[in-house]
């Protein structure tokens, strides 16, 4: 008898957490841009926190970089961000805002931006894209653009999501990488990409256990150079310039690629006598140590 009833509890118990399994599978699997589901709407409140106004349900960034031929090396960040507001206080996440550094000519681009709003309205799900009219642009100094913009459509319950890229020219600056926010996070997914001439010393921040993946992966590049091929070209009497020819090439490098793949992310909160609570925040930070370029010294 109780052999009987200890199996029909452990099954109980089985059949339960597998349920559990199940479900959290189905929420938690898909982060494509634009495949919010049900599940996500009806959350009522955070696993993590469920004090929290609002969470990300999930954070992705990946940082590396870009050659273009007869332009050079530039630094390119994309960014995939879902993020669920519970209640009126999370409200202001709806409006996120994106500072853009520039340097006399060289000016950072923010290119490909795509957001949407989504809500459960008679158990289907509303998406309401960002328009025109949401976003706005502003000079902060010299050196730092903003732009920003506000999610349309925002109630109680809905989800937010954009992506967007940015292009930059100062290759040595990298953006921390900031996994620990005011607010919970499920997911985050981030990579850094650095071809083998650039080595950055990496810098962990706060008190998460990162644990970072390291990968080499080999690649190639096309380049194009001038080159000058001797005799001159007709320009003007008693004068003459060197000619130069275009020449194309292939180079093969090494490409090291870091990763972290964090869940359950408690929210970084304010705490008595704590000054600058940026400095708690978990996160990484990457500073160029040298660099060197093929039939070239360290610099």
């Known amino acids: 008898m109780t052999i009987d009833n200890n199996f029909k509890s452990n ?9 559990i399994f199940i479900s959290t599978f189905l929420v938690a699997q898909n982060t494509d841009y634009g495949k919010v589901s049900k599940e996500e709407l009806l959350q009522d409140f955070n696993s993590i926190d469920s004090t929290a106004s609002a969470a990300y349900l999930y954070k992705y960034r ?4 870009n050659y273009v031929s007869g332009v050079g090396f530039s630094l390119i960040t994309d960014v995939h961000e879902r993020i669920k507001i519970y209640n009126k206080e999370g409200f202001e996440y709806a409006t996120q805002k994106i500072r853009l550094y520039k340097d006399g000519n060289e000016i950072e681009d923010l290119n490909k931006l795509k957001a949407k709003t989504y809500n459960l309205i008679d158990d289907k799900i509303e998406e ?22 506000t999610m349309p459509n ?8 954009y992506k967007y890229s940015i292009t930059s020219p100062f290759i040595y600056n990298v953006d921390e990488f900031i996994f620990q926010h005011d607010i919970p ?16 010393r990496m810098n962990v921040k706060g008190f998460l256990n990162v644990m970072p993946k390291r990968e ?6 096309d380049y194009t150079q001038r080159v000058a091929s001797g005799g001159t070209t007709n320009a003007g009497a008693g004068q003459g310039l060197g000619r130069t020819t275009q020449v194309r090439g292939n180079v093969k490098y090494v490409s090291n690629v870091i990763s972290f793949d964090l869940n359950n992310i408690e929210p970084l909160k304010e705490e008595p006598f704590v000054n600058e609570l940026s400095n708690y925040r978990s996160g990484v930070k990457y500073e160029l140590s040298y660099t060197q370029f093929p039939n070239s010294s360290k610099e």
């Open 11 to 19: 099954k109980k118990n089985y059949i339960l957490i597998s349920l």
């Open 62 to 65: 990946k940082t590396y970089f």
């Open 128 to 149: 309401t894209p960002l328009k025109k009219d949401g976003k706005f642009k502003n000079e902060i100094s010299e050196n730092i653009n903003e732009e920003s913009f």
């Open 154 to 161: 925002i109630k109680e319950g809905s989800i937010i999501e």
């Open 185 to 200: 996070v499920n997911k985050i997914e981030a990579f850094f990409e650095t071809p083998e001439y650039f080595v950055f």
């Open 216 to 221: 080499q992966f080999n690649k190639s590049l």
